[in-house]
């Protein structure tokens, strides 16, 4: 009740005349009317005056002490919060009321000193001062700042708070905390009950403490003279500390392997799309499209263009890129099927060099009408951010919405190909073309058809790649070899197979790189997959039967 | 029309006549190259710059430059256009043997470097090593580099060769294999720690076997090795075409599972053909690093592998010459055109791609299919005339 008081005051401060003020707090007002005249060694007694008054200002006070924005005026010792304006004046405000006072030169002020301890302490202070905010978040974030160093004093206040708090993970890291304070300063027996409050903690300052711990214990038996044995107490300290690491190592190897597991499942459903819709083009139909690549292009410029059109709607964009590029995409690679594949049926190393030329001429129509500059493609506020699940261990929206959107994707043509009457066609036409135009399948439109949905599905690749990497005239160059040794690598023909090659090969990637480094794990990579094919021609799941060959 | 080209050939030898007056479009190569290289070469030494019949020494490097570039078509047509391997990775070879030729230069720098280290290239000073690494050894020596030159592209190509064809991977999955080949080494030479001199590569060469790279004679020379290497590429490829062994890799394009059945390995006739190509490549790359004074990973880079296999395509692939044709034709294009307007270059070469895929499966080559028939009346016309020479003079 007095804090909401204190609040409201503090609202009506600044219309109210300093008197007023002085009279509401008359502590602070004479605490902060000695700092223009202490010296250093007095500053922290002063700043635990302030603190104890309890004032809603200190933290303003304090965090400016902090940044070095507190000075006072020369000629009437007044304390001033002060920020430099464009003009290199200085605007001043009251501290305590918050009025305004006419910008002046800096001779005219004279900063409050503090020091690199006297910052600690104040740290510690503010980050003690938000033990008891309202925002749980802020809370956590307060007691993960005293994690590192709690002393005494901060350890009895959050015992104090531990009483009251109803949040959990808040509840979990003040234990945390003080468990590390209890294994510095506590007795045995304490530092004995804090180790096993400790091992179930993946914070990165309860493994550094524990370890301080075991090296201080390690340096006790090396001084013992001959003879001297570490106290039986001393020991079980020993032994758990000890095991307690050992679970604490063991934990993070699970997340780290999580991580690089996320990491490649990732970069995985990256490849996954990109490569899908080469497996309908080469896997169903057998038509080579080198501009493949220049269709994920076509969908990132989609998503450039949308959302230089509509600038107010960022985060919508995507929504609408995602239709506009497969439709673009698509019917790009309609008009190329038409135009061209169609003529060279049958001739496979034909069609690899037609639609390499279309490539190239696609990359230089986006130079000529771009610039051959990359394209800066904004991300929506809800992609980025990511999800914590515990301190060592986090989840980026980015990653997590591709990985989810490209197995949608992946599963939506799977039905398309599986469930309707267009999906049946293309089937019926892959597997015998002569026999299928005998059943009145009009084969021509289904390989046009056919044709664009694979570019179109290129093209969304390429609105989810404008998320991840520049949006350039090389943009699809980058990933048409690693999609096709994907598509080969899967088995032609199996989109199930191409699933499992995008995703094994997305980890191999993510779990070589912190061993050698990501240009070495995507060489060793390719070269692993040159040689798997040499033994494996028709990739981890060959087509069977008839219309294998 | 025999009493004609005897004449030319007058001044060579009777043995060297006959062999001429047999094998038309090789001799027809080798006359071209030799004229041509002999009128370039006059023109830039004897005329003086101002003279209209001057040729610059710019222009005798471009030309050199050209050549290296026919003698890569031959090597990618020797695989594509007579036993159907589509390579989209030749590059790689043409790279390597670039490499080790510019690791020879690089080592004849000496203390000329802006270190100054007299054992040490430049980029191993600036990368803070102390010595060679190992596959650096030998590197100064001339014999050495040329060793490795044919050795170590000839080595990929049997390496790759043979997995890949006993293993019968064939078409479009070799053309991505290939591919994924240059790729990954493109990507390994970028590599600081390769020991290549990363994203620079190797350059600022000074001279070779003492001579220097910048003088006018230098580069008439190497342009002039370049044509006789052409003109002996072409002569190589020629014979293995028409050998036995060239007629068994031409069926194996035709129909391989058929050559199987007749008993024939394909196998081993296709790692044999990659393994010449090959080595032709990297001779080619050998020959273009001290004309152009660099080499760098970018020659890696798969657009360049395809853009030989455009070459071929272009000039007519199944036909030597037809290769050669495509190089230079397609090379004075580029050259051309990316003087006059930069943007329409990549327009022009995916166009050409495009429309020579559709209308011109033959290329150049097969563009004047009376000019070949002509030539076949006369091939036998000749044949038919020696035969009554050699009559005559029994009698």
Same mark, same amino acid.
């Given at each position: 009740m007095l804090r909401i008081c204190c609040l409201l005051l503090c609202m009506l401060? $600044?219309?109210?005349?300093?008197a007023e003020s002085t009279a509401s707090n008359p502590e602070l007002t004479s605490a902060i009317s000695k700092l223009p005249k202490n010296s250093l060694r007095e500053l922290p007694k002063l700043i635990e005056t302030i603190e104890a008054t309890?004032? $809603? #200002?200190i933290k303003t006070i304090l965090t400016s002490l902090l940044n070095g924005d507190l000075y006072y005026i020369r000629a009437n010792k007044q304390v001033v919060r002060v920020v430099k304006n464009t003009e290199g004046l200085y605007d001043q405000w009251h501290i305590l009321t918050d009025e305004q006072y006419p910008a002046v030169t800096k001779s005219k002020l004279k900063k409050i000193r503090t020091n690199n301890s006297i910052r600690g302490q104040i740290k510690s202070v503010l980050a003690l001062l938000d033990?008891?905010? #309202?925002?749980p978040s802020v809370r956590l974030e307060a007691v993960k700042r005293i994690l590192d160093n709690p002393d005494k004093e901060s350890t009895a206040r959050l015992k104090k708070r531990l009483a009251k708090e109803s949040d959990e993970a808040v509840t979990q890291t003040i234990q945390v905390a003080i468990s590390v304070a209890a294994l510095k300063f506590g007795s045995l027996e304490e530092q004995i009950a804090a180790v096993s409050v400790l091992a179930e903690s993946l914070e990165p300052a309860a493994n550094n403490v524990l370890s301080r711990t075991k090296e201080s214990l390690t340096e006790k038996t090396a001084e013992l003279a001959e003879g001297e044995t570490l106290s039986a107490q001393e020991k079980t300290l020993q032994t758990a500390v000890n095991k307690a690491l050992d679970k604490i190592e063991q934990k993070r190897d699970i997340y780290s392997f999580a991580e690089n597991l996320f990491f490649g499942i990732s970069l995985g459903s990256v490849l996954l799309l990109a490569a899908i819709g080469l497996a309908i083009t080469f896997g169903v139909m057998g038509v080579i499209n080198m501009a493949h690549g220049e269709m994920m292009m076509l969908g990132a410029y989609t998503t450039y263009v949308i959302q230089q059109m509509f600038p107010e709607l960022i985060n919508y964009s995507l929504f609408m890129a995602i239709p506009a590029a497969f439709l673009v995409s698509g019917l790009v690679g309609i008009l190329i099927e038409r135009g061209v594949i169609r003529y060279l049926k049958g001739r496979p190393l034909e069609t690899l060099l037609a639609t390499f030329g279309i490539s190239l001429i696609l990359q230089q129509l986006v130079r000529t009408i771009f610039s051959p500059l990359n394209r800066q493609v904004q991300a929506p506020d809800w992609m980025s951010g990511s999800l914590e699940i515990n301190p060592i261990f986090s989840l980026t929206y980015n990653r997590l919405y591709i990985i989810i959107f490209s197995l949608a994707v992946f599963f939506a043509l799977m039905l398309i190909l599986k469930k309707t009457p267009l999906g049946l066609h293309v089937r019926a036409v892959a597997q015998n073309r002569e026999m299928a135009r005998a059943l009145s399948i009009k084969s021509d439109w289904v390989d046009a058809i056919t044709f664009g949905l694979g570019s179109g599905i290129a093209g969304i690749a390429g609105v989810v790649l404008s998320q991840l990497t520049n949006v350039g005239p090389n943009l699809g160059q980058s990933y048409i070899i690693d999609s096709f040794l994907v598509v080969v690598f899967g088995g032609v023909g199996n989109l199930w197979g191409t699933l499992v090659a995008a995703m094994s090969l997305g980890s191999m990637n993510k779990f070589l790189e912190p061993l050698t480094g990501s240009v070495l794990a995507n060489i060793i990579v390719l070269v692993g997959l040159v040689l798997f094919i040499q033994k494996r021609p028709k990739g981890l799941f060959p087509q069977k039967g008839r219309s294998a060959d | 029309m025999t009493t004609s080209t005897q004449s030319i050939f007058s001044f060579l030898p009777p043995s060297l006549q006959s062999l001429a007056t047999k094998m038309t479009s090789l001799h027809f190569v080798v006359t071209t190259l030799f004229v041509a290289t002999l009128y370039v070469s006059f023109c830039n030494l004897v005329?003086?710059?101002?003279?209209?019949?001057h040729v610059s020494t710019y222009t005798v490097t471009l030309l050199g430059k050209y050549l290296c570039y026919a003698l890569l078509a031959l090597s990618v047509d020797l695989v594509w256009g007579y036993c159907g391997i589509l390579s989209l990775g030749h590059g790689a070879f043409f790279a390597l043997g670039g490499y080790a030729m510019g690791m020879y230069l690089m080592r004849q720098i000496g203390d000329r470097g802006v270190y100054g280290?007299?054992?040490?290239p430049d980029f191993m000073v600036f990368l803070n090593w102390d010595s060679l690494p190992w596959y650096w050894a030998g590197s100064d020596s001339f014999i050495w580099m040329a060793v490795m030159v044919v050795l170590i592209p000839g080595l990929l190509a049997y390496v790759f060769g043979s997995m890949a064809f006993k293993s019968r991977v064939s078409g479009v999955y070799l053309s991505i294999m290939t591919q994924a080949m240059t790729y990954a080494l493109l990507l390994a030479f970028f590599?600081?720690?390769?020991?290549?001199?990363?994203?620079?590569?190797?350059?600022d060469f000074k001279d070779i076997l003492g001579f220097s790279l910048q003088s006018d004679t230098t580069r008439i020379v190497l342009f002039i090795i370049t044509a006789v290497m052409l003109a002996i590429g072409y002569a190589i490829s020629h014979y293995i075409v028409k050998s036995k062994m060239g007629r068994v890799v031409t069926a194996i394009r035709d129909s391989e599972s058929r050559v199987r059945f007749v008993g024939y390995k394909p196998e081993n006739y296709k790692v044999w053909i990659f393994v010449v190509s090959g080595v032709l490549a990297g001779i080619a790359g050998a020959l273009y690093v001290p004309q152009v004074g660099i080499i760098n990973p970018g020659e890696f880079s798969p657009l360049n592998s395809i853009e030989m296999v455009i070459w071929v395509a272009i000039g007519g692939r199944g036909t030597l010459y037809g290769a050669i044709i495509g190089a230079l034709v397609v090379s004075y294009a580029k050259t051309r055109f990316t003087a006059i307007m930069p943007e329409a270059w990549l327009f022009a070469l995916g166009g050409l791609f495009v429309l020579v895929t559709l209308f011109l499966p033959k290329g150049l080559a097969g563009l004047a299919p009376q000019l070949i028939a002509k030539f076949k009346r006369s091939d036998s016309a000749k044949a038919a005339d020696t035969a009554d020479t050699k009559s005559e003079v029994k009698s």
């Open positions: 401060l $600044p219309c109210n005349s300093f309890e004032s $809603p #200002k033990l008891s905010h #309202k925002d | 005329f003086e710059p101002g003279s209209a019949l280290n007299p054992e040490l590599r600081n720690e390769m020991g290549f001199g990363g994203n620079n590569g190797l350059t």
